[in-house]
C-alpha cells in the first residue's frame, strides 16, 4: 500500500473517532473475512489476533512457549494482506507491542503502518507475569507509539488498552479510568477497556474518561447490544475473535454431525458459490487500478 493511501485510510478512520456518533467495527482474522465483513458496510475493521492465531493453527494470548505463538512478523504478514483486500481502514490488534520495552511498541507501530494498517490497539498487560505493566511503563510505551506516528507523518489511530477489569479488583473502574487518561495525555487518540458491557458501567467510564472509549461484545456473553453501548457513550464497538470462535464452531458441529451422522445439514446456511465469487471479484475489482485490470485480461 503507497503512503498516500495509507495517511488517507488512517485519517478517515479518525475521523470515525471524533465525529458524534459511535460506530461498529467487526474484526476479520483472514482476506476473506474481511471482505465479507466489508461488503455489509462497516466503515472500518480490526483484525483479531485470536482468529489470526486459530486460523494458523495456533493457541492465543499469554502462550507461556513462544514457540507455540504467533510472532510479530507473522501476525503483520496476515495484517497486511488483510489490509490489501479491502479499501476501507483496519485496525490491527498488535496485543501487547510484541517486546515489553518502549522501543518494542515502537518498532511494532511503525511495521503496522507499513504493512498498511490505519490503527493499532496496544494492550498493558505483562502477560509473562500475569499482572498489568507498572503504569509509568505502560504510559512510556504509549508516549513512544506517539512519537513512532508522528515521526511517519500521522495516519495511524493508537488504540490504548488498559486491562483493569481482567484482574479481579474492587480498585479495577477506579485504574481503568486514571490509566486511560494518562494513555490519552500521553498520546493514544482511543481507549480500550474490555471486559465491560453493562451500560451504567460504559456511561461512568465514556464520562470520566477524557477521550473516545472502544468497548468490546462478544467475549463472555451474547446479550449485549452495540446500540445500547453506543447510547450510553462508548464511541467504538468492536467484538475481538467472536466472529471467528463462531466460524471455528461452525466448523467443529459440522464435522461431529458427519462423523456421527454422516448428514450435512450445516450446508442448508452456507453462502452460494455463485454470490461469494461475486463478492470476492467486486472487492479485487475494486482495488485494481485500470492498468491493472488491462493487464490482468
Known amino acids: 500500500m503507497d503512503q498516500k493511501t495509507r495517511l488517507a485510510r488512517g485519517r478517515a478512520f479518525l475521523e470515525l473517532h471524533r465525529a458524534n456518533r459511535g460506530f461498529v467495527m467487526p474484526n476479520a482474522w483472514d482476506p476473506g473475512s474481511a471482505v465479507l465483513l466489508a461488503a455489509e458496510g462497516f466503515e472500518a475493521i480490526g483484525t483479531t489476533s485470536a482468529g489470526i492465531a486459530f486460523s494458523l493453527g495456533r493457541p492465543d494470548y499469554n502462550v507461556r512457549d513462544s514457540r507455540l505463538a504467533v510472532g510479530r512478523e507473522e501476525m503483520l504478514e496476515v495484517v497486511g494482506k488483510i489490509a490489501a483486500a479491502v479499501s476501507i481502514p483496519v485496525n490491527a490488534d498488535l496485543e501487547a507491542g510484541y517486546g515489553d520495552a518502549p522501543e518494542d511498541v515502537a518498532d511494532t507501530v511503525r ?3 507499513d504493512a498498511g494498517a490505519a490503527g493499532g490497539n496496544i494492550e ?15 504510559v512510556a510505551r504509549i ?12 495516519g495511524f489511530v493508537l488504540n490504548a488498552r488498559t486491562d483493569a477489569f481482567q ?9 481503568a479510568i486514571q490509566r486511560a487518561n494518562r494513555f490519552i495525555e ?12 453493562d451500560p451504567s458501567l460504559v456511561s461512568t467510564l465514556a464520562r470520566e474518561i477524557a477521550g473516545p472509549l472502544n468497548i468490546v461484545m462478544g467475549l463472555n456473553e451474547a446479550g449485549a447490544s452495540a446500540f445500547s453501548l453506543i447510547e450510553a457513550g462508548a464511541r467504538r464497538i468492536s467484538v475481538g475473535g467472536s466472529i471467528a470462535r463462531s466460524a471455528m464452531a461452525l466448523v467443529r458441529r459440522s464435522a461431529q454431525e458427519l462423523r456421527t451422522l454422516g448428514t450435512v445439514s450445516y450446508a442448508s446456511s452456507q453462502i452460494p458459490q455463485r454470490e461469494l465469487n461475486a463478492v ?6 475494486a482495488g485494481l487500478s485500470a492498468p491493472e485490470l488491462s493487464t490482468a485480461r
Open 186 to 197: 500521553a498520546g493514544a487518540d482511543c481507549v480500550f477497556v474490555p471486559g465491560v458491557t
Open 124 to 138: 498493558d498487560t505483562d502477560a509473562a507475569h500475569g499482572r498489568l505493566f507498572d503504569e509509568q511503563l505502560a
Open 280 to 285: 470476492f471479484e467486486a472487492a479485487l475489482r
Open 167 to 175: 484482574f479481579p479488583g474492587n480498585g479495577a473502574l477506579r485504574i
Open 143 to 154: 508516549a513512544a507509539a506517539r512519537a513512532a506516528i508522528d515521526a511517519a507523518g500521522g
Open 111 to 113: 511495521m503496522a503502518m
